[in-house]
């Protein structure tokens, strides 16, 4: 059974650089789709971006200029960083995979963005 | 993109059904039928209860059913019951290859 880990720092300065990892592990991270969604806290879920296992990506929009996500497949993982954060970045931060639906989902990481 | 449509809160007392409207456009909901519902405790990671519109994955009850209808999918739940209190989601791809969320809806058990 396939499970994800995100990992990475709780609290990240304004204007600096999130970064995080999921490491999925019970299977493979080839042929699939993972993706990156937040969660502000008390609010509703928004899709961030995800990345296919061969390394193509697409972004939300609203924040597409500050994404991005990429792979590790010796690794079995893959990483969101997102530059230039204010106090509106701050959120429970989920990785989960894609497949015509997110089937499988990280525990999520609080991340606070806060000087 | 703009988030889906989903009422703010349903409610209903146990056994009987209810159902969750998700309201998108012609370029989300009503293009694909790739849509997805999200059950989420508090505190918890969202789980996935239908996708492709009305699919349900292994272990999830029959007591959910999906569907949907032009630019607008509803998520049903019948029979309710104490754990069905939780916040639901429904998301959708789009025709930029984005995926979108709705706002989400607090369903209260009675």
């Known amino acids: 059974q396939v499970q994800l880990q995100e990992s990475g720092p709780g609290l990240v300065k304004p204007s600096e650089t999130l970064s995080l990892t999921c490491n999925v592990s019970g299977g493979s991270i080839s042929s699939y789709y993972w993706s990156w969604i937040r969660q502000p806290p008390g609010k509703g879920l928004e899709w961030i971006g995800y990345i296919y296992s061969s390394g193509s990506t697409n972004y939300n929009p609203s924040l597409k200029s500050r994404v991005t996500i990429s792979v590790d497949r010796s690794k079995n993982q893959f990483s969101l960083k997102l530059s230039s954060v204010t106090a509106a970045d701050t959120a429970v931060y989920y990785c989960?995979?894609?497949?015509?639906?997110?089937?499988?989902w990280g525990q999520g990481t609080l991340v606070t963005v806060s000087s | 993109q703009s988030a889906l449509t989903q009422p703010a809160s349903v409610s209903g007392s146990p056994g009987q059904s209810i159902t969750i409207s998700c309201t998108g456009t012609?370029?989300?909901?009503?293009?694909?039928?790739?849509v997805s519902w999200y059950q989420q405790h508090p505190g918890k990671a969202p789980k996935l209860m239908i996708y492709?519109?009305?699919n349900r994955p292994s272990g999830v009850s029959n007591r959910f059913s999906g569907s949907k209808s032009g630019n607008t999918a509803s998520l049903t739940i019948s029979g309710l019951q104490a754990e069905d209190e939780a916040d639901y989601y429904c998301s959708s791809y789009t025709s930029s290859s984005t995926v979108v969320f709705g706002g989400g809806t607090k369903l209260t058990v009675l």
């Open positions: 989960a995979r894609d497949i015509t639906g997110f089937d499988c």
């Open positions: 492709d519109v009305s």
């Open positions: 012609s370029s989300d909901v009503g293009a694909y039928n790739y």
